[in-house]
């Protein structure tokens, strides 16, 4: 059963900056399509950025500039530099893997939260 767990989280200031990490088991990990969610409280989960197996990524509207996705095939890890942190950047954020054209390998982490005070 594949694993990702997710690290990193924690409560900064506006303006200040976090890095999260997620580790997926498995010996996949090069072939997937890495993503990183967020759920802000009262509020349904939203993607923040995406990376391609390739390293092409893409970011929504309101993080471009802030936060850069990466990804080290070697550690089997994707990360998240979230820069210049805003209270609306606060929730729980999570990392998703799934490797295209293949439905049963889809999967989820637990979560690790975000809180940015103002």
């Known amino acids: 059963q594949v694993q990702l767990v997710e690290s990193g989280g924690g409560l900064v200031q506006g303006g200040g900056s976090l890095r999260l990490s997620c580790v997926v088991s498995?010996?996949?990990?090069?072939?997937?399509?890495m993503k990183w969610y967020r759920q802000p409280p009262g509020n349904e989960r939203e993607l923040v950025a995406n990376?391609?197996?390739?390293?092409?990524?893409n970011y929504r509207d309101s993080v471009k500039g802030r936060f850069t996705i990466s990804r080290d095939n070697a550690k089997n890890t994707v990360y998240l530099q979230m820069n210049n942190l805003k209270p609306e950047d606060t929730g729980v954020y999570y990392c998703?893997?799934?490797?295209?054209?293949?439905?049963?390998?889809?999967?989820w982490g637990r979560g690790t939260q975000v809180t940015v005070s103002s």
């Open positions: 498995g010996t996949f990990f090069s072939f997937y399509v």
């Open positions: 998703h893997a799934y490797w295209p054209g293949r439905p049963d390998y889809i999967y």
């Open positions: 990376i391609e197996s390739d390293g092409r990524s």
